[in-house]
């Protein structure tokens, strides 16, 4: 048998922590699969006495995990601290420069550094693997890198954020508001105490761009993803949502259109009756299209310690299966040194359906007004309908509009038009339509 893979483990957390168990438990499996032993030589963590219920055997313990990244008894180095900086750069960039393979969930690093990381993996031949980093557990990556070969893909989207989804999913069961659910997201350890990174769309920015660069071939720009959060979806917006057949999602989307890659993060509303919108609570889901295979969803755990350790011993194992001497694919799919540079699609062209959500002032010639703006703007609309808002003493009422494919930049000149015109009493709500299969 060949010798063992020697495995350094930095972070020893949620994850760090599930992957040394995982190793351990199923040894016997994973030498059978392998065709070698996978050892745990070396392990960095902040705290040395933290019980971590864990028995590392005779691992060396590292404060410094740079030190560990450099240690001559390795052959991988499992990065699994978190951070776009700090200790989890310098450690990972250490590891690929002594020509150590490298495995990360870190979706951060990746998303700001990841292409000059690419870079050195390549010059050095080492792997550089990341399943986790994106949709947890899901097998994306190797999807997109391995099993896509040939296909040219036209649209990427997805879930990517579990807690956004177990927010919106509960909104939509319990008749709940937002605030509400993200307390007892909080309460149950599903959002962070500071969820600012999740519910605004950063956490699935960071994903989005990663799938991007393996989509298009471009470089990663996760700096120019048009973003917004779910923080102003309201019970208003779920109702009249699922009145007109729709679901209302937090996506991620990546497009190739004219004017060049379109990279969006926002609520979305897709049909109730697709795929897509049957992913709820914190189960995450990507769907690629492509010229070759058509359509296709991946939907399981983005998170959890099990469920991304998962992904980062799949990726650790294929560490363990590649020889000596054989050439390792390219990190992104097409080698680093030639990436396109990313040309940003004009969000004000973005071509889709739109929801529009309208609170005004219940008088004579209102209707009228935002019909005609709508029209100005050469907006075709599917449907308008007006409600009585209740419970108000004062008369309001709603206006919800969807419109067929139209322009973002109409959208916003025409709503923009009605907000000027002085007939509504709230802040107007847009929310965009997705075609899903
Ligand atoms: N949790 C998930 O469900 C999930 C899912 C997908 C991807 N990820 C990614 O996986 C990575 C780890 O996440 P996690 O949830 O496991 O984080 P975590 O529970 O906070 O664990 C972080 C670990 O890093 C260690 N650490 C922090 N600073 C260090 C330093 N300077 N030197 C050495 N060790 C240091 C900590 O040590 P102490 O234990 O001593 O404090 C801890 O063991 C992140 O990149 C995250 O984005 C997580």
Redesign the pocket.
């Known amino acids: 048998m060949a010798e063992a893979l020697r495995v350094g483990i930095?972070?020893?957390?949620?994850?760090?922590?599930?992957v040394a168990r995982v190793l351990r438990d199923k040894a016997t499996e994973l030498t059978r699969q392998c065709g070698r032993d996978i050892v745990i030589t070396a392990v960095?963590?902040?705290?040395?006495k933290?019980d971590?219920g864990l028995d590392l055997g005779d691992a060396t313990w590292?404060?410094?995990?740079v030190k560990l990244a450099q240690a001559a008894d390795i052959d991988a180095f499992v990065?699994?601290?978190?951070?776009e900086e700090?200790?989890?750069r310098s450690?990972v960039k250490a590891a690929l420069e002594a020509g150590r393979h490298v495995v990360?969930?870190?979706?951060?690093?990746l998303a700001k550094h990841g292409v000059a990381l690419a870079e050195i993996a390549e010059k050095k031949g080492v792997l550089l693997n990341y399943e986790?980093?994106v949709a947890?557990g899901i097998p994306v990556i190797k999807t997109m890198r391995e099993a896509m070969a040939g296909n040219s893909v036209t649209r990427v989207f997805g879930i990517l954020n579990g807690t956004c989804n177990y927010i919106l999913t509960r909104m939509e069961a319990e008749g709940i508001s937002f605030d509400a659910c993200l307390e007892d997201a909080q309460r149950l350890g599903y959002a962070e105490a500071d969820p600012t990174f999740d519910i605004e769309g950063h956490d699935t920015a960071h994903k989005l761009s990663i799938l991007t660069s393996l989509a298009f071939g471009t470089r990663i720009a996760a700096n120019d993803i048009y973003m917004e959060g779910i923080s102003n979806i309201t019970q208003a917006d779920i109702r009249a949502a699922g009145d007109l057949g729709y679901r209302i999602k937090l996506l991620g989307v990546a497009q190739r259109t004219e004017s060049g890659i379109e990279q969006r993060v926002h609520p979305t509303m897709v049909p109730t009756a697709s795929v897509i919108a049957q992913v709820h609570g914190v189960t995450n889901a990507v769907a690629i299209e492509t010229d070759i295979l058509g359509e296709l969803l991946l939907s399981g755990p983005?998170?959890?310690?099990n469920?991304?350790a998962s992904?980062v011993i799949g990726d650790i194992a294929d560490i363990a299966k590649s020889r000596p001497g054989f050439q390792h694919g390219p990190v992104f799919g097409r080698p680093a040194k030639e990436l396109k540079p990313y040309k940003k699609a004009q969000m004000r062209s973005h071509a889709g359906g739109y929801f529009i959500r309208l609170t005004v002032h219940d008088r004579i010639g209102v209707f009228a007004a935002i019909a005609k703006r709508m029209a100005d703007n050469d907006i075709s609309l599917e449907s308008i309908v007006q409600h009585a808002v209740s419970g108000e003493a004062a008369a309001q009422k709603t206006v919800i509009l969807v419109t067929h494919e139209t322009t973002e930049a109409a959208v916003r000149k025409a709503v923009d038009g009605v907000t000027k015109d002085d007939h509504l009493t709230d802040k107007p709500q847009v929310i965009r339509i997705e075609r899903a299969g």
């Open positions: 930095a972070g020893l957390g949620t994850v760090g922590a599930s960095s963590a902040r705290d040395r933290r971590r590292f404060d410094d995990p990065e699994l601290i978190g951070g700090g200790p989890a450690s990360t969930a870190n979706k951060a690093l986790a980093a947890g983005g998170a959890g310690g469920a991304t992904a």
